[in-house]
């Protein structure tokens, strides 16, 4: 029988699923009985420290909880994402119009394009970067400008080149550092300059700031919105996921701009009906309970890097040393694709790594590499692979 179903179009604009074919070797590999060993997934693997899972514990019993949440998140949510923010950067913020729960930073991500992006319009995104800053727009329609982004810039986002023609149908940027999968970390000049930029332009610029939490060797990331003028033109997105080991739990926040607060506020109270009570309660205890459990994780993946960091001279890798996030983005030898280097790491010593591709255009040459790995298992993928390189 043949079926009646019609997909939209635009589902055919989504890019390749870039994993299809290690997941077809990781499978070949594992039947052959090889253990294999993934350095390919942004997932904290420690588990959310015991404070907070208390508290969910605390909150899940009580009946006001089981009801439906309040759409741009619980007062004491929002209050605690202010206090958060002052207490972390500094930053005043008014709970009631510049914060706005999220499920998840991604949501807030994919829901930005519906408030902000008409057919035709273009986002500026990225060279690399989380991979919803393109699909995103892809799935409403919109249009994708690609920022250059490379090791020439320090992996800061070329917005000032963008030409002028897709300028003048420009609406959103997104920047984000600590950068996911480069590890770049941004200067507060370069802040500055984008903020000059999204205003001259009318550009509404969202700074996803997944890795606020996550530096090494004493840095601290900043925030955006502690920039002058941040906020007529910026929001920025934070999140419990990699900061407090929640990715599963599914908490964020956007802060800023009044004006784009609200419009993703109205579209998301026709989509989705908030996050569960309770879990905003865990989130009030993750950010404004003690901190200590953060500066462990920073600590532990800074081993990590340093681990890692050790061996890639000696397997033909080259890599700059990174401050933040939970990833090593390395160079790989010439003559191979990244695609190709990343299934020749998988055959010979049975370990996945992310192809630098998968994050945009300029991830041509390059792996991932996570640092969220528990130890052992870190160790021994880097021993296999410096046993077959
Ligand atoms: C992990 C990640 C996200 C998604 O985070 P959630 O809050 O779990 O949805 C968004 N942006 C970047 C850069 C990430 O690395």
């Known amino acids: 029988m043949t079926s009646s179903v019609r997909i939209a179009s635009r589902m055919a604009n989504l890019p390749p699923y870039l994993f299809a074919e290690i997941d077809r070797k990781k499978a070949l590999k594992q039947a052959e009985g090889v253990d294999v ?183 601290r990331p900043s925030s955006l919105l502690e920039r002058p003028g941040a906020r007529d033109v910026a929001i920025e997105l934070f999140s419990c996921s990699k900061a407090y080991n929640m990715t599963g739990w599914r908490v964020a926040f956007a802060a800023g701009n009044a004006e784009a607060i609200k419009a993703l506020g109205t579209v998301k109270s026709n989509i989705d009906s908030g996050i569960f009570t309770a879990v905003q309660d865990a989130a009030i205890e993750a950010m404004l309970g003690p901190q200590d459990d953060t500066f462990e994780m920073s600590a532990l993946y800074q081993r990590r890097r340093d681990l890692v960091m050790e061996t890639l001279g000696s397997i033909g890798l080259s890599a700059r040393t990174p401050k933040g996030t939970i990833y090593v983005w390395a160079r790989i030898p010439e003559g191979y694709s990244s695609a190709e280097y990343a299934g020749l790491v998988l055959d010979r010593a049975g370990v996945i790594v992310a192809p630098g591709n998968a994050y945009g255009p300029n991830g041509e040459g390059y792996i991932r590499i996570s640092l969220a790995t528990p130890d052992d298992r870190l160790k021994e993928a880097l021993q296999r692979i410096a046993d077959t390189f």
């Not at 949510?77 to 119009?97: Q, S």
């Not at 991500?109 to 273009?122: E, K, S």
């Not at 919803?132 to 992996?155: C, F, K, Q, R, S």
Request: charged letters at 20%; a negative charge.
């Open 37 to 219: 060993i993934s350095l390919g997934i942004g997932d904290p693997d420690m588990p959310t420290p015991q404070r907070i899972i208390d508290a969910m514990a605390t909150a899940i019993t009580d009946p006001k909880n089981h009801q439906y949440p309040a759409y741009a998140g619980s007062k004491p949510y929002r209050t605690a994402c202010a206090e958060w923010m002052k207490r972390r950067f500094g930053v005043a913020l008014d709970p009631d119009t510049e914060v706005l729960a999220l499920i998840g930073s991604k949501e807030g991500i994919a829901h930005l394009f519906p408030a902000f992006i008409d057919p035709g319009d273009v986002t500026l995104v990225p060279g690399v970067g989380y991979p919803v800053y393109h699909t995103g727009g892809i799935l409403i329609g919109g249009e994708t400008h690609w920022m250059p982004m490379n090791d020439a810039n320090d992996w800061l986002a070329d917005f000032e080149s963008t030409p002028a023609d897709v300028l003048a149908r420009a609406k959103m940027m997104f920047l984000s550092y600590p950068n996911n999968p480069s590890s770049a970390i941004a200067p507060v000049e370069y802040f500055d300059r984008a903020i000059a930029f999204a205003r001259e332009h009318d550009i509404l610029l969202v700074h996803d700031n997944a890795y606020s939490e996550i530096g090494f060797d004493g840095y």
